[in-house]
Every structure is written in C-alpha cells, then in structure tokens.
C-alpha cells in the first residue's frame, strides 16, 4: 500500500523513536544500521512505499541537515585549515570521481563512462558528522580529523555537481568541459554568495526585531527553522545556483555573526534544543527512507534475468574497497605533506590512513541522488544500467556502515561506536568528552568526573542574569565534588588539587593588593583593613600547608572559628541592614566584595602574563578559582539586597536540570562502552539518590 503524507511522517517519527529504543539494548549495532533494518522490515513484510523524489528529498532532509553541520562544524579548526580542507573538498572528490569513474567503467563496459563519473561523483562525499565522531573515537590525529571533517563538511556540495554533470552528458549524450568547468564555477560561487547574502539578512532581521522588543521565542525559533529552506530555494530557483553550497555558507556564517543570543539566553537554549530535536528525527526519517528504499533498489536488480546477483555484489565490494583506498591514499599523502612543511621526522601511520579510509562512511545523501536517476535518456532509450546502479549505490552505502561499525573496533580498540547527526543530543564540552573517550573503558570515578562536567556545562547553558547566583552554587556543588575525585587516597597531594591551590594562593594575593588599594585610598577603617589583612594571611598559610601536606585541622581550629564567626556576623549585620527602614553602610561586606572582584581582576591578569605559562596550570582550574569567586559575590549581594524568595525554587528546578544532564551522560557512556552495566547501574543509582534527596528537601521546606 501506499501511505498518505501525513500518516507517512508520524509513521517515520514512531518508528524513530522504535529503533532508539532498540538502540539502547543493541549497543553494539550502530543506530542508522537498526534504522535501516527497520526500514527493511517495514517494506518487505508490510508492504509499505514510500515515493522518493530526489527535489522534495534534497529540499526538506538534506538542506537543513548541511546547515546544520555548517553551523555545528569547529570554527576555529575550519578557519585554520581553510586552504587543505577547501583543497579536499574539491581536489579529493574531483580525484575520487575520475579515478573510481574509470574503474567503475572497466569492471562494467555496458556502463558509458560519463554514467561511471556521475556514479563515482556520488559516491565520493561522506557524512560529516559520522567522520567526526568515528575519526574522534578511532583516535586519528587532529590535523587529520578536522582536515576530514571539514572536506566532508563541504564535498556534499562537489560530488551533487559532478553527479549532476554526469547525468546530464548521459542524458544528452554531449558533454562540453569548458561549459561545465564555468558552470561550474558560476553554481558554486553564486551559490556561496547567496547563502552569505541571505543568511546576513535573517541575521540582521533578527537583530532589528531583537533591537524593537520583538523577542518572541517561538517566533525566532521558528525563523531559524526556516532559514536553511529559503535559502535552498532561492539559490536553486532563483539563481540556478547550487543550494547545497548555499546552505552550507549560510550555516557557517550564522554560527560566526550569531545575533547577541548571550543577552537572550532563553532564545539561544531553545533554537539549539530545537534544531537538535529536528536534526535527530530528520536524520532517523533519512535512514527509515533508506531502509524502505532497499527493497525497490535491490529488487529491480535481482529480479533482472540479464543482471547476475553475485557479480553486481562482487562489484559493490570492489568499489566500496577503491573508495576506501582513495581516501586512505590521500589521507596519508596529506599527513606525509603536513610532516615535512612541519620539519617533522615522523613519518605518517598506515594504520591511521585506513582508519581515516574506513570512516568515510556513506549516508543518505548518496543514495538518494541515485534515485533521482532518470529513467529514459534522450530519444526514450531506457537509462543504462539503472537498476544495476541502485544496487550498486545501496549495496556501497550499507557496506560502508556495516565494516565502519566492524573493522574500526578492530583496528582501534577502544574506539567506540559509529554515531550518526543527531544520535546523542547531550553533549559535554571537549574536554569532558576527551576524558570519557580515553582508553578502552574509564573507571568509576572518571565515569562520575564526566557526568559532573556534563552537568556543568547544562547548568552553564541555563545560566542568565536573574539566576545567577543558583546557577554558581549548584556549579560550586559540583566543582566541590570533581576536587574530591581528583584528591587520592594517598599522602601525595594530587596534581590538579595543587593546580588549585596553587591559583587559589594567586588569588588571596590578588585580594591583599585590592586591599590595600582599598587602605590608600582611604575608603576603610583602620580596624577593617587589620582584621583582613590577618585574615589572608590565615588563609594563604592555610593554601601553602594544604599544598605540602602539612595541613592539620587540629592546628586550624581557632582559625576556623574565627572565620566562621566572622561570617556570622557578616551575614547578621547585613540582615539587619537589609530589613531596617533606614539602612546604613556595611563595610565588611563593602570590603569582602571589593576583595573577591579584584580577586577575579588580578587572576585574569596574571594568567595572561608570559610567565604563567611555565606554572603548567590547567584552564580547568583557572574556571574553577573564578567560578569561586563569582559565587562568593553573588553570595555576597544577595545578602544585602532584599530577600529573594526565588532562589530556592530556582535551585530546585536547576539542580533537576543537572540530575537529567548526569543521567544522559551516564547513558552516553553505556553506549560508547565506557562503563560496564553493572558501574552504570551504580551511577544511576546515585543519581537517584540525589534526586530523592533533592525532593525531600523540598517537602521540608
């Protein structure tokens, strides 16, 4: 039967949602294989079609999707390596196109040559975000990871052209290289200008509504939603330009000139929450669609008595083995040429080019561009061999997803899983996600280290002006409970406590220097500048004792008291002064704020200086000491400002955010195979520990 367009997308959208949940028990099958095999199953047992169109396929899957790797894709990396990647993107796929074109040509004669071109094109761009996360996982250097990444990024764009030649010469049967070269030329740079063109102006619309009160979150989100279609249209439809290079302009530019979201944090969290909710149903409906399509691709082809089964699959291995090798030669021969301009005398790994020739996984887009092949030729001829070519298409995309998802392992242990866009929608910063990904598997306390920082990084994303003091306590919570994981059972003080306590002794440095400009300038008490000065003094011994391992609590006690009691008086007194009718100065809460910010002042200037460089201390901890501060400031104001009573819903409803960032980070290293389902199973429990905990706090109250 053939389904209706509406009962069509809520099928596709259940039936990702399905293969997810599959996906969460087969953690070792990559989730587009399980997308694809549901597809499968779909089709041949209830007999479902879906109509593949290769315009209104292009227009609604693969525009917003290129976007959104433009968007996405690291900045500064794609900067630094404009020139290979752009080079890659064209030189590679040109290389790919004519190389894979005459061996596709020679194993099939019947094929003319310019439908073997067309075929090689296609079959040359890789899904960027597979190579992103496979490469990542396979451990290949960084310049090789993001020279990949970023020509995957692009080369979308190059192989639809020379596809699109090539079936136009195999159409027409007359080709014209010169035409082609400035067609060439004129799609792609057209093409690019529109998509920088267009996405200024919604950039700039946004900011003019932003600029007139006209922040509707809804109505920008849904605007954002709507850029990479206009810009696809128009660029097809009105310039006859490449919209494939116009989306991808665009989505670059837009992560560039971003409109000023930092003061709307609520707009920016929901247009990411949202393009990562489409980007994962969008790229789950590709590879259903793929799934369903199978049966039509091999079909034809097996069913044809003058095409012979085990010779079309002899060919499938046979290219998917010549694609491989081409990107693995390249691969090496960019590093080699990386080495020597670097005056390096390491020569390149074999293993790392075939590493990077196994994670140029085929995708979707691919495939679909097969099916656009039309099925006559001038004068009414059928299309050569189009049947055969469906086979051939669909047969490389799936060999390359299966011996992605089983040599890689092989070949890197430890490299984890193939992760298509949209398959995990939480992510830590880098440096969270390089910690995970090290090694085989991680232990308990690492596993726990990486889901704090996920939790960090959700709570940062949450933070805005009205909540930032809940935001720095839960992150100060956290912060507390990463320094006792890095603190060892033994008498050594570990390295990145004394990284901390190091900057901390910078810090009470920083805050007799504020204080005494606070004493010169005659703006405190003779009495107020003493009592602080012992007070540093205090606690820079405390620092120093803390970091030989000379620290005694015993010793400490009556200087812990002393502080404590200074505290409490602090916090009355402004109490006082908050609830008076007629307030009055507080000095030491005066002086305590002045301290902490010049604190923040003197740290940021001092680990700018060329010689902090030799400390060796991590910018991890540098965020740590300031968050510190920050959180002992808004401490500080809240104090004698009037009593806030939403802190502690706010408090409540972030902590919640943090316990749902933790249990993703949990499951995201299940599925990677970091942890092992009893350590799983552990982490979650004290998740739900703290939740529980979190909950009964809030019947207390």
Known sequence: MQIALIEGVILLVGLVVLSNIISHYLVDVPISLIQIAVGLVLALFFAVKIPLESDWFTLLFIAPLLYNDGVSFPKRQLWELKGPIIANAILLVFVATF?????????????????????????????????????????????????????????????????????????????HPQAAVLDFFYISIVGAIVGLLLAFLFRAGQTILLDHGISDVLLHTIVSLLIPFVVYLTAEEGFHASGVIAVVVAGIFASQRAVNFSAQPELRIVTQRTWQLVVYLLNGMVFLILGIELPVAFGEAVTDPGINTLNAVGIVIAMWLMLVAIRALWTYGAALLHSRRAAKNARPSWRTAILS????????????AVFSLPMTVAGGKPFPERALLLFIAAGVVILSLVMAAILLPILSPGSGLFRSRGSSVNTADEEADA???????????????????????????????????????????????LKQLRQPNGDKVSPLLGESLRLRIIGVQQERQALDHLWRQNLIQATTYQRNVALLHQREADYAAMLTNNYRIWRSAGRLIQLRYQQVRTRISASNNRNSAHPFFNEQLFVERELAKGAIKGISRVTKEPDFAETAISPQSIYEVITAYRGRIAQLKSLSAPRNNQLADQIKTLRQTALAAERSAVQELFEAGRITPEEATQLRQQINFAENLALSNRDDG
């Not at 990871?145 to 764009?157: P, T, Y």
């Not at 020739?357 to 679909?368: D, E, N, Y």
């Not at 990486?450 to 100060?476: F, G, H």
């Open 435 to 481: 910690a995970a990904a090290s090694g085989q598997t991680i232990g308990f306390a690492q596993a726990q280290s990486y889901t704090y920082r996920v939790a960090i990084t959700a709570l940062e994303s949450e933070r805005r002006q009205d909540n930032q003091r809940a935001v720095l306590a839960i992150i100060n919570d956290y912060e507390r409970r």
């Open 357 to 368: 020739g196994l994670s140029g996984v085929r995708g979707a887009i691919s495939m679909a």
């Open 99 to 175: 190389v894979g074109g005459l061996f596709f040509h020679w194993l099939l004669p019947t094929i003319p040559l310019a439908t073997a071109l067309a075929f090689a094109a296609i079959m040359s761009p890789t899904d960027p975000i597979a190579v992103e996360s496979i490469a990542r996982r396979a451990k290949l250097p960084d310049y090789i990871l993001h020279l990949v990444a970023g020509e995957s990024l692009i080369n979308d764009a190059s192989g639809l052209i020379g596809f699109k030649y090539g079936v136009n010469a195999t159409v027409s049967g007359v080709f």
